[in-house]
């Protein structure tokens, strides 16, 4: 059961990637904005038809949540944004990496610091290493995007 | 501009971290579904009001675009049902590694064929390289 939800979240990611990909291609016609809004109005209807049938939440909660909580909808439309104005002139890997990137060492800060409420975890020793090996990772996507740039000029 | 599309891809990270951190608790007070049409149903208002005085696209190409290229929004969902059934599961951990490593893998095979319309681009040694680092970060911060 476990190994096949592993695999079930392996395929999470890919429709990330494949999103990110699709997004690329539409804002070209339609417009970052454009495109942003379009994701977030057809995520909307899809996601109020699930809650319908499957919601076993409470939807009116949203009244009493404190601002701080529900100030995490920006947040939302930030990173859709940015990613939409990535894709199409980085690429698809440099800009999943590198949001990835962005992911983890703001995690890592927020774990270090306890903020938002979650638990505590320190930036210990394996935690360094690992940033040292994400700012590698982003030396390593730059260069390699920038000798496909030379390749295709040449 | 791609030093700028580098920083916008960083901060486009922070901003998910961000985003899962302050979405945390309300998650567990009023459900993750149900959150997470907050953050759609809301993000849809504030963009509808940016597209209206900033937007400078062509809304109008959704009837002309091809099928395929609409599906965006519906992907996001189907990613986040997703994490929502499997983390009981196997916990957080597990959760975001294996997604990270599904969206990077994805992203190559997606980027050397130039699949959904994006620009092809081999792979190289330098791309293997930053995966494999990538997968070493992984494990260092799961441990």
Redesign the interface.
């Known amino acids: ?2 190994i096949l ?2 695999l ?41 038809i ?2 319908l049938f ?6 009116s ?2 009244m009493n ?1 404190p601002n ?16 939409i ?24 800060i ?1 774990d270090h610091f306890g ?4 638990i505590q975890i320190d930036l210990d020793g ?2 360094v ?3 040292a ?2 700012a ?10 920038k ?3 030379t ?2 000029v040449s | 501009m791609r030093y700028f599309s580098y920083i916008f891809a960083l901060l486009a990270g922070a901003a998910l971290s961000f985003e899962s951190a302050l979405y945390g608790d309300l998650g567990k007070s009023i459900g993750e579904l149900e959150t997470t049409f907050y953050n759609f149903a809301v993000g849809s208002l504030i963009l509808g009001l940016i597209w209206l005085f900033f937007g400078k696209g062509k809304l109008s190409y959704t009837m002309e675009a091809p099928k395929w290229s609409l599906i965006g929004g519906i992907l996001g969902v189907v990613y986040l049902l997703s994490i929502v059934i499997s983390v009981p599961f196997v916990g957080v951990g597990i959760t975001m590694v294996a997604v990270i490593i599904g969206q990077i893998v994805m992203s190559m095979i997606i980027e050397h064929f130039g699949w959904l319309g994006s620009a092809a681009s081999r792979i190289n040694k330098e791309k293997v390289f930053a995966v494999l680092s990538m997968i070493i970060a992984l494990i260092l911060i799961n441990q």
Not at chain 1, 92 to 102: E, K, P, Q, R, Y
């Open positions: 059961m476990d939800m592993v079930f979240t392996l395929f999470a990611g890919i429709t990330l990637s494949a999103q990110s990909a699709v997004n690329g291609t539409f804002s070209k016609g339609a417009g970052t904005i454009e495109t942003a809004l379009l994701t977030f109005l057809t995520g909307s209807i899809f996601l109020f699930i809650i499957f919601g076993e939440g409470d939807l909660g949203i949540a701080w909580q529900l100030s995490g909808v920006f947040m939302g439309v930030f990173y859709l944004s940015f990613t104005v990535a894709i199409p002139r980085i690429g698809v890997i440099a800009t999943n990496l590198t949001t990835i990137v962005g992911q983890l060492v703001i995690g890592l927020i903020w938002f409420g979650g394996p935690r290493l690992a940033l090996f994400m590698l990772a982003l030396y390593f996507i730059y260069k390699g995007n000798k496909t740039q390749e295709a």
